[in-house]
């Protein structure tokens, strides 16, 4: 009796631990708090100081920037020619408001922007007083698959003729190396054409696996924070804060896994109803798209997305919070252990979508934490998703509904220069 009575206490025991550990992984991980450092949050309050280069034109040599100089980019400077660009950590890249000032990495062409922890790579407005959408934004360009008729295509944003090689992207190399992108900050981006909406802050386009994309931070973009199309990325402790545009926009086939990232809202920044954490697409209009290529998939894992509001139920009431994440027909999400927080509802599928079992385990959400939402999985404009909830509301997905405020849920919400978001169960700081 007494062995029985020491088993089941180790059981039990063993049953709480895993349960913990089960609630600790979720969302945001780390032993210690990653986003440390090399993030800022008030960028507003740095003086980076005046630009010292000016970079202008086509780049179609190898080239080297300094940490010593501050650099200007005027016009639409394009890396070309196979040519490598390297920056050095610490360096500072102001982007011109005037020539909506943008740094473009041609197909062929290579980027290497590896900054560190402590001495980060930092694109920014060159104004005195910033603000979102100062300048245009950063572009790569490889030769990985999209699912556009012809596989190849050309980015627009008002710059460039369909013609010109230097905007082209695409191609059958999956597994293609456009460079190294790690602990980079791009601020203020996000400028609007005249006929092609906003620039992103960075516009991953037809990049292939073996491009390196870490610790790289969005702040106060105009359009989308991260615009995906197509390719065959890998995206690794990726934040964005204060978009007006989509945090994560994902379209045209890409195949993706992004882990550990984050992305925080405010319903007081947020642009147009169409603005969420994540946008999941295959393809904008039925007719650019050939169909014997890969539709869009996207595998998240470790994820959270905040919406941060003094007021949430007001802010929901008069419209500012929508849905944190959007899902088009005939593209895949797998999204795991991550949290979603304070949005109205957490996740919406299109309408377009049959609710069939071939769909439902194209669009997985298991071992979620689902904190704070008005409702959780909704197709769109349909009152009533009581199956929908109940599906994944099954046990076999392990998904965990919460109520629980910013300050209850999350390490520091707070303060802005020591934020963490990291999920905080029973003041059990979250780790791998």
């Known amino acids: 009796?007494?062995?029985?009575?020491?088993?089941?206490?180790?059981?039990?025991?063993?049953?709480?631990?895993?349960?913990?550990?089960?609630?600790?992984?979720?969302?945001?991980?780390?032993?210690?708090?990653?986003?440390?450092?090399?993030?800022?949050?008030?960028?507003?309050?740095?003086?980076?100081?005046?630009?010292?280069?000016?970079?202008?034109?086509?780049?179609?040599?190898?080239?080297?920037?300094?940490?010593?100089?501050?650099?200007?980019?005027?016009?639409?400077?394009?890396v070309t020619g196979n040519a490598t660009l390297t920056i050095e950590p610490g360096t500072i890249i102001m982007g011109d408001s005037k020539s909506n000032g943008s740094l473009i990495i041609s197909k062929g062409s290579t980027l290497i922007a590896e900054g560190l922890e402590t001495d980060p790579i930092v694109f920014t407005s060159s104004k005195d007083i910033k603000k979102s959408g100062d300048w245009g934004g950063l572009f790569i360009l490889g030769d990985a698959p999209i699912n556009q008729v012809g596989g190849v295509s050309n980015v627009k944003y008002g710059f460039q003729q369909v013609s010109n090689q230097n905007a082209l992207y695409g191609g059958e190399n999956a597994r293609s190396n456009s460079g190294v992108l790690k602990y980079v900050r791009i601020e203020y981006a996000g400028k609007r054409t005249k006929d092609n909406g906003y620039f992103s802050g960075i516009t991953l386009a037809g990049v292939g696996s073996e491009t390196v994309l870490e610790n790289v931070m969005v702040t106060y973009c105009k359009g989308n924070s991260f615009n995906v199309i197509g390719g065959v990325v890998n995206l690794d402790k990726m934040v964005s804060y204060r978009s007006n545009g989509n945090d994560f926009d994902f379209n045209y086939g890409t195949q993706c896994n992004i882990t550990n990232s984050l992305a925080i809202r405010s319903p007081y920044v947020s642009g147009s109803e169409e603005s969420r954490s994540m946008s999941i697409s295959s393809y904008n209009r039925k007719e650019e798209v050939d169909y014997s290529k890969k539709s869009t998939l996207v595998t998240a894992k470790n994820i959270s997305i905040i919406n941060l509001s003094n007021d949430l139920a007001s802010a929901i009431e008069i419209g500012l919070v929508k849905e944190g994440i959007y899902v088009s027909k005939d593209a895949s999400l797998n999204m795991s252990k991550s949290v979603i927080s304070g949005f109205n509802p957490a996740v919406i599928l299109d309408n377009e979508i049959e609710l069939s079992t071939e769909n439902l385990n194209k669009l997985k959400f298991s071992e979620m934490y689902f904190n704070n939402s008005n409702g959780n999985i909704f197709i769109k404009n349909k009152p009533n998703n009581e199956d929908l909830e109940n599906w994944y509301g099954n046990s076999l997905f392990f998904n965990v509904y919460s109520k629980g405020s910013d300050s209850e849920t999350f390490i520091n919400s707070q303060d802005a220069k020591n934020l963490d978001f990291r999920l905080k169960i029973d003041e059990i700081i979250a780790s791998n």
């Open 1 to 78: 009796m007494k062995n029985l009575t020491q088993k089941t206490l180790i059981l039990i025991t063993m049953l709480f631990v895993g349960c913990i550990y089960a609630q600790q992984e979720k969302g945001i991980i780390g032993n210690d708090n990653w986003l440390s450092y090399w993030t800022d949050f008030k960028p507003k309050t740095n003086d980076y100081g005046q630009p010292s280069q000016i970079l202008t034109g086509n780049i179609t040599e190898d080239t080297k920037l300094t940490k010593r100089e501050i650099y200007l980019l005027v016009g639409n400077v394009f």
